[in-house]
């Protein structure tokens, strides 16, 4: 059996899990409309090659990663995710808190949903590792738990020796990770595989379950071979998170600011690891994921595979959408966060919808007791109340101080504070706050500079100009005074060749 050690913190919150994990994955429907943002995933864009009026296939590229070679950047190529006809390239609204803008290519679907040509790698164990990470970057593929990190760029061979396969899915009301490791262990054990080949051949992998979906469990313990184990871990929420699952599984601590695979480990979503399987064993590329659909604003809570693109409502109507839905949130209750409406499409971080009927009210928040209820629960072992105070405060330097990048706004803190302050909101609002900041200093720097550069290269010129001016001057006096020494020399001459009287 494998020993397992803790993380500090936690709480268990109700998981609402059986709302829709009870029936199969259904195919989602095509939509008549796909709207594919240019950026969904963390780093740069993609840039279009694609024009309006083009027809496109399904998987074929319709955004380029932001540089040639796609292995060497955060950004990853967008795919089209049917076939039909580019009828926009335009700024659409995207999953956001905010309804946000940004730049969008809108295909027209015609319903065939026909394949580009694509190669697939099945004898990828002959090629080098970097060969079938590069093939993984193409196939545009991100971290699918939630955070959208281009996968190629944790797919290096950087003496890696612990791969691990998170299948922890802690946050309530989503069950999509669970439906895919009941009904496609085999192709996660063999993305599994296809990433141990990439990293160079890793010492271990394990796939962590949590305790509470022994079908999944099971399922993946019939599909594994000999190097890959299959754990089960608690059902602790926040298990799921990268630097929680490491110490559980390994007893090691990942330090602030510091990158698993510093200590020599990798951490992959389950449905990353089936993404994986597809770019290589089939060739496809990624253009559909696994979404939970939920709440009680649906009448059929389920699992579907959805192109990207579809627009939340298409996908809600499939469930069953009741027509009073009140609040519609993208990801869990923990940390997702909820969205102005059901226009915008389902992006590669898609991974629930919760939808509800009614909103019990909030309590309102009262002032702190600090009977550190929050810090108890806090799985980074931050202080919550004293970050509250310097976040309300807007002293945002003393909230750093206090680490406050390494929240990783689980919501442990709100969900146990008995004075019901939003602690997480405050977080989230003084993060903001300061990379606002900081990209306003960086963008009043970079004018700086360029108008010291303009100065600079405006007073070369007028020194050159002078200088030339200068020499033009200094030339044309020379150039007289070597005039009047010729017309000297020539009067000396004419006055010396002169017949004299005695000649
Ligand atoms: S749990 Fe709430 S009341 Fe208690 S210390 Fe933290 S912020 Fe204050
Ligand atoms: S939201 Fe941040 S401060 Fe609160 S418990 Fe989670 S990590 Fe700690």
Same mark, same amino acid.
């Given at each position: 059996?494998?020993?397992?050690?803790?993380?500090?913190?936690?709480?268990?919150?109700?998981?609402?899990?059986?709302?829709?994990?009870?029936?199969?994955?259904?195919?989602?429907?095509?939509?008549?409309?796909?709207?594919?943002?240019?950026?969904?995933?963390?780093?740069?864009?993609?840039?279009?090659?694609?024009?309006?009026?083009?027809?496109?296939?399904?998987?074929?590229?319709?955004?380029?990663?932001?540089?040639?070679?796609?292995?060497?950047?955060?950004?990853?190529?967008?795919?089209?995710?049917?076939?039909?006809?580019?009828?926009?390239?335009?700024?659409?609204?995207?999953?956001?808190?905010?309804?946000?803008?940004?730049?969008?290519?809108?295909?027209?679907?015609?319903?065939?949903?026909?394949?580009?040509?694509?190669?697939?790698?099945?004898?990828?164990?002959?090629?080098?590792?970097?060969?079938?990470?590069?093939?993984?970057?193409?196939?545009?593929?991100?971290?699918?738990?939630?955070?959208?990190?281009p996968a190629h760029i944790k797919l290096k061979p950087d003496s890696i020796d612990t791969l691990i396969i998170n299948?922890?899915?802690?946050?309530?009301?989503?069950?999509?990770?669970?439906?895919?490791?009941?009904?496609?262990?085999?192709?996660?054990?063999?993305?599994?595989?296809?990433?141990?080949?990439?990293?160079?051949?890793?010492?271990?992998?394990?796939?962590?379950?949590?305790?509470?979906?022994?079908?999944?469990?099971?399922?993946?313990?019939?599909?594994?071979?000999?190097?890959?184990?299959?754990?089960?871990?608690?059902?602790?929420?926040?298990?799921?998170?990268?630097?929680?699952?490491?110490?559980?599984?390994?007893?090691?601590?990942?330090?602030?600011?510091?990158?698993?695979?510093?200590?020599?480990?990798?951490?992959?979503?389950?449905?990353?690891?089936?993404?994986?399987?597809?770019?290589?064993?089939?060739?496809?590329?990624?253009?559909?994921?696994?979404?939970?659909?939920?709440?009680?604003?649906?009448?059929?809570?389920?699992?579907?595979?959805?192109?990207?693109?579809?627009?939340?409502?298409?996908?809600?109507?499939?469930?069953?959408?009741?027509?009073?839905?009140?609040?519609?949130?993208?990801?869990?209750?923990?940390?997702?966060?909820?969205?102005?409406?059901?226009?915008?499409?389902?992006?590669?971080?898609?991974?629930?919808?919760?939808?509800?009927?009614?909103?019990?009210?909030?309590?309102?928040?009262?002032? *702190? !007791?600090? =009977? +550190?209820? @929050?810090?108890? /629960? &806090? #799985?980074?072992?931050?202080?919550?109340?004293?970050?509250?105070? %310097?976040?309300?405060?807007?002293?945002?330097?003393?909230?750093?101080?206090?680490?406050?990048?390494? *929240? !990783?706004? =689980? +919501?442990? @803190?709100?969900? /146990? &504070? #008995?004075?019901?302050?939003?602690?997480?909101?405050?977080?989230? %609002?003084?993060?903001?706050?300061?990379?606002?900041?900081?990209?306003?200093?960086?963008?009043?720097?970079?004018?700086?500079?360029?108008?010291?550069?303009?100065?600079?290269?405006?007073?070369?010129?007028?020194?050159?100009?002078?200088?030339?001016?200068?020499?033009?001057?200094?030339?044309?006096?020379?150039?007289?005074?070597?005039?009047?020494?010729?017309?000297?020399?020539?009067?000396?001459?004419?006055?010396?060749?002169?017949?004299?009287?005695?000649?």
């Amino acid at each position: 059996m494998t020993h397992l050690w803790e993380f500090h913190g936690g709480i268990e919150p109700l998981g609402h899990k059986s709302l829709s994990n009870q029936t199969p994955i259904v195919q989602a429907k095509i939509p008549p409309f796909l709207v594919l943002p240019l950026l969904q995933n963390i780093g740069e864009p993609a840039q279009p090659i694609v024009q309006i009026g083009d027809k496109v296939l399904k998987g074929q590229i319709i955004a380029h990663c932001h540089a040639y070679d796609c292995s060497l950047l955060m950004s990853v190529p967008v795919h089209a995710s049917s076939s039909g006809t580019v009828k926009a390239i335009e700024s659409r609204a995207v999953p956001h808190p905010s309804g946000l803008m940004a730049p969008c290519i809108v295909i027209e679907t015609d319903g065939q949903d026909t394949w580009a040509e694509h190669t697939a790698l099945t004898d990828y164990k002959t090629l080098s590792p970097e060969v079938v990470r590069d093939h993984i970057a193409k196939a545009g593929i991100v971290g699918l738990g939630g955070a959208g990190f281009p996968a190629h760029i944790k797919l290096k061979p950087d003496s890696i020796d612990t791969l691990i396969i998170n299948g922890a899915e802690c946050e309530p009301y989503i069950t999509c990770d669970d439906r895919l490791m009941r009904e496609h262990a085999h192709d996660i054990i063999a993305g599994a595989q296809i990433i141990g080949h990439v990293l160079g051949g890793t010492k271990r992998c394990v796939i962590a379950v949590e305790n509470n979906k022994p079908v999944a469990y099971q399922a993946l313990l019939e599909a594994v071979d000999g190097w890959v184990e299959v754990v089960k871990v608690p059902t602790l929420y926040p298990m799921g998170g990268e630097k929680q699952l490491i110490q559980v599984l390994t007893g090691n601590e990942v330090g602030r600011a510091q990158l698993p695979a510093s200590i020599g480990i990798v951490v992959h979503n389950v449905e990353t690891t089936r993404a994986v399987y597809r770019a290589v064993q089939l060739g496809q590329p990624l253009v559909s994921r696994v979404i939970t659909v939920t709440g009680t604003g649906v009448e059929k809570p389920q699992n579907l595979e959805a192109l990207f693109g579809t627009p939340m409502q298409a996908l809600l109507e499939q469930c069953g959408y009741q027509s009073d839905i009140q609040r519609l949130i993208m990801g869990g209750p923990m940390m997702g966060f909820a969205l102005p409406n059901d226009k915008m499409p389902i992006i590669k971080t898609t991974n629930c919808l919760i939808v509800s009927r009614a909103i019990e009210p909030k309590p309102l928040a009262k002032p *702190c !007791i600090r =009977c +550190g209820a @929050c810090a108890n /629960v &806090c #799985p980074i072992n931050l202080l919550p109340q004293q970050l509250y105070w %310097y976040s309300k405060a807007k002293d945002l330097k003393k909230a750093q101080d206090y680490h406050l990048f390494d *929240c !990783i706004d =689980c +919501g442990c @803190c709100s969900y /146990v &504070c #008995p004075s019901h302050i939003p602690l997480v909101s405050y977080f989230r %609002y003084a993060k903001a706050e300061i990379r606002a900041t900081e990209r306003d200093r960086k963008t009043a720097e970079l004018a700086k500079q360029r108008y010291e550069f303009k100065k600079f290269r405006l007073d070369r010129s007028k020194k050159e100009r002078a200088e030339r001016h200068k020499k033009a001057v200094s030339d044309k006096s020379k150039q007289a005074e070597i005039q009047a020494a010729v017309e000297r020399v020539k009067a000396k001459k004419a006055q010396s060749e002169k017949p004299t009287a005695n000649s």
